[in-house]
């Protein structure tokens, strides 16, 4: 079972101590009841916590005998209609089974074969036999489903069905001057797009691998090529982030508040500066590359308006956090060292230091988020990694000191 630490609660949300330890066995229980199963024992998967305002964790569940039931969502402060709403001592717990997300009203279409296959034929795809697999999911917020036919291979996203079309109208524009998936099509109403597959393995994998990498003059080329977005909205900026995320640092590892309140003082404040069609979330996960060319650029959901230094911090900062237990740390470090050196030379480098930082330092929830073994360890260790990044030293740095946890390895 999952017991709880006793810091991790929030004075303004007591639905988090319970979801986080064992008394969510409670309300776990209860909505399993509902379908006919009895639970055995249950783990959690995922996390996402805003301090004050909502939490949301996924969990796996399982019978006494081991079999596998459906996974369990539960969330508290932002409970959406159509949860199913369990209440004791005034505090509240909305729980779905999965796949009925009442947020993605499309997934459980989706991820069934009776209703999908009408769908994609109103789309002209022949569909034959199918495969279908869940890629992504993110509670309430987006999934992601791969199909396979006979013929060929697509991927289904699914959002909110009011930003849906927005998405779908930002794919038509990006992709005729990027390699950004066209839109098959979508559904206003169940909140999903259609695309086909893209060309190549992920950056991330090529950097992991032994495949050629595209040069830095490449990714800079891309990044100066994302045209104007669609409407007038606004990159997620790292640093005006920093605020909510460092309260949840603060909550779970407690021993570093004062190392956290230093370093986001030493990022500063957002500023003022020039903004400039941006991606919004430009990592090693987003790009397709094929013998060394970028072949796919991924997940234009994030496109708006950004500082000229957001894109690649974003792509740094991702190289770092996990430069550390990366299958070949000296060739991402090469490869990170060759994009910083470029994207030095075009913009601030000051910019680009303080933005890295504050990107490493949001990636620093990645190890409690998705639950990983030991992760206050592994949390401090990312905290370390975006101080060094600020400082210009090693991103190897050992995370050493009494308050900081032990060295790294």
């Known amino acids: 079972m999952n017991a709880v630490p006793s810091r991790l609660w929030d004075p303004d949300l007591p639905a988090v101590e319970v979801l986080l330890g064992p008394d969510a066995r409670g309300p776990i229980d209860a909505v399993l009841a509902s379908g006919g199963h009895a639970l055995g024992g249950f783990r959690m998967r995922q ?102 036919t006979d013929r060929t291979r697509l991927f289904v996203k699914l959002g909110r069905p009011g930003a849906i079309r927005h998405l779908h109208d930002t794919h038509l524009a990006m992709n005729r001057v990027l390699p950004v998936p066209r839109s098959l099509g979508f559904d206003p109403e169940l909140g999903i797009l259609v695309m086909p597959s893209g060309r190549g393995a992920t950056l991330r994998e090529t950097i992991d691998g032994s495949g050629a990498l595209p040069g830095a003059e490449a990714l800079d080329s891309l990044i100066a090529r994302v045209p104007a977005p669609v409407g007038e909205g606004e990159t997620r900026s790292p640093i005006r982030r920093l605020g909510s995320l460092t309260e949840v640092l603060a909550r779970i590892v407690p021993d570093q508040a004062g190392r956290l309140e230093d370093l986001v003082g030493r990022i500063g404040d957002e500023g003022d500066g020039p903004s400039v069609p941006a991606h919004g979330d430009f990592h090693d996960g987003q790009l397709l590359i094929e013998d060394g060319a970028i072949t796919g650029l991924l997940d234009v959901d994030t496109h708006g308006l950004g500082h000229p230094a957001d894109d690649p911090a974003t792509m740094l900062g991702h190289l770092r956090s996990r430069q550390s237990h990366a299958p070949q740390p000296e060739r ?57 990044a600020l400082a210009d030293e090693n991103p190897l740095i050992a995370v050493s000191g009494p308050s900081h946890g032990r060295p790294a390895h």
């Open 47 to 148: 996390v996402t916590w805003w301090q004050g305002r909502s939490i949301t964790v996924l969990y796996e569940a399982a019978t006494d005998t081991g079999d596998a039931l459906p996974q369990i969502v539960a969330c508290a402060g932002s409970i959406p209609q159509g949860a199913t709403v369990v209440e004791a001592d005034g505090t509240r717990i909305g729980l779905w089974a999965m796949p009925h997300d009442p947020r993605l009203p499309g997934l459980a279409s989706i991820l069934d074969a009776r209703t999908l296959q009408p769908m994609l034929a109103g789309l002209g795809v022949s569909t034959g036999r199918m495969a279908v697999r869940l890629r992504a999911y993110r509670p309430g917020r987006r999934a992601v489903v791969q199909v396979d």
């Open 332 to 388: 991402l470090a090469g490869y990170a060292d060759e994009l910083a050196r470029r994207w030095s030379s075009r913009v601030d480098p000051d910019e680009l230091a303080r933005r890295t930082a504050a990107v490493m330092l949001g990636l620093a929830t990645g190890p409690f988020r998705v639950q990983q073994g030991d992760w206050p360890h592994r949390v401090r260790e990312r905290v370390a990694r975006a101080e060094a």
